[in-house]
T-cell receptor, first 115, second 113 residues
Framework: GAVVSQHPSWVICKSGTSVKIECRSLDFQATTMFWYRQFPKQSLMLMAT?????????EQGVEKDKFLINHASLTLSTLTVTSAHPEDSSFYIC???????????FGSGTRLTVV | GENVEQHPSTLSVQEGDSAVIKCTYS??????FPWYKQELGKGPQLIID?????GEKKDQRIAVTLNKTAKHFSLHITETQPEDSAVYFC????????????FGTGTQLKVEL
């Protein structure tokens, strides 16, 4: 149990365009979903926390107008990178949790390359 | 907020040997400590976790110990195999901290034949 599906696994886009990444909890309802960014050989850095039906909470230094997060249902959260630039190229990972004392399940990640 | 330090950054062991990775956390209110294995190009996979009311937990070749007084926890892998080679991350969850995890900096484990 506790499977999180993330799509796409990789995407290449042109500078200035927007890219949407989906994160779905397949066999449980996720009260909270998280979005991380990971640069090569570095740790996971939390970008934002999203709860179903409410606005996401962004970490300090993360531009909320650039990284749009929508958590419209208990099984789906999306991250849209708007007006992407080469410096946005990174590995984006989502995770989901069922409830306060439950574990966290991670998606397989999305490799974004902006050219 | 929480701060998690992880050591070593790289670890090379011979197949069959044991590997130990250590983490320290800053906030005594943290109550959940998972360990993740991440292979290249993939998301982290939970390998073991421990909660603050337990001092040790074991699952086959993998064990985790927690010292709340010293605020550190360790991952122990015995009888290492080449497929154990990956990056390992520790993490800590702060009670009341918005339910979010703070990750350590990672350890690149290489198991050599």
């Amino acid at each position: 149990g506790a499977v999180v599906s993330q799509h796409p696994s990789w995407v290449i886009c042109k500078s200035g365009t927007s890219v949407k990444i989906e994160c779905r909890s397949l066999d449980f309802q996720a009260t909270t979903m998280f979005w991380y960014r990971q640069f090569p050989k570095q740790s996971l850095m939390l970008m934002a926390t999203s709860n179903e039906g409410s606005k996401a909470t962004y970490e300090q230094g993360v531009e909320k107008d650039k990284f749009l997060i929508n958590h419209a249902s208990l099984t789906l959260s999306t991250l849209t990178v708007t007006s992407a630039h080469p410096e946005d190229s990174s590995f984006y990972i989502c995770s989901a949790t069922k409830e306060l004392n439950y574990g966290y399940t991670f998606g397989s990640g999305t490799r974004l390359t902006v050219v | 907020g929480e701060n998690v330090e992880q050591h070593p950054s790289t670890l090379s062991v011979q197949e069959g040997d044991s590997a130990v990775i250590k983490c320290t956390y800053s906030d005594s209110a943290s109550n959940y400590f998972p360990w993740y294995k991440q292979e290249l190009g993939k998301g982290p996979q939970l390998i073991i976790d421990i909660r603050s009311n337990v001092g040790e937990k074991k699952d086959q070749r993998i064990a985790v110990t927690l010292n709340k007084t010293a605020k550190h926890f360790s991952l122990h892998i015995t009888e290492t195999q080449p497929e154990d080679s990956a990056v390992y991350f520790c993490a800590a969850k702060l009670t009341g901290g918005g339910n979010k995890l703070t990750f350590g900096t990672g350890t690149q484990l290489k198991v050599e034949l």
